[in-house]
Nanobody, 122 residues
């Protein structure tokens, strides 16, 4: 069983930055890829970014490309999402998740955190 705990969310103004963290604990399956997803009120959960176990491959949603950066520190069992130039439309609950392979599809992720709220005021 894997436990994922997100932190770092909060209320910021448009143009500000935030860094989200996701700490993993428990027994994992091999070398998991990690992803970040978000869900805004009244909308479906959407893919944000994903990173391979080695960190050598990353995927981003078009809406965040150039503004968000995903990274990981396997020694600390932690994944990060650096979010710059935040916009009001980035407001959502952000979730981290673990998968056996690098993927952008939420349904292929096996473990999920509880989420952290990010609110961007315009």
């Amino acid at each position: 069983q894997v436990q994922l705990v997100e932190s770092g969310g909060g209320l910021v103004q448009a143009g500000d930055s935030l860094r989200l963290s996701c700490a993993a604990s428990g027994r994992t399956f091999g070398s998991p890829a990690m992803g970040w997803f978000r869900q805004a009120p009244g909308k479906e959960r959407e893919f944000v970014a994903a990173i391979s176990w080695s960190g050598g491959r990353t995927y981003y949603a078009d809406s965040v490309k150039g503004r968000f950066t995903i990274s990981r520190d396997n020694a600390k069992n932690t994944v990060y999402l650096q979010m710059n130039s935040l916009k009001a439309e980035d407001t959502a609950v952000y979730y981290c998740a673990a998968a056996r392979q690098l993927t952008t599809v939420a349904g292929t992720y096996d473990y999920w955190g509880q989420g952290t709220q990010v609110t961007v005021s315009s």
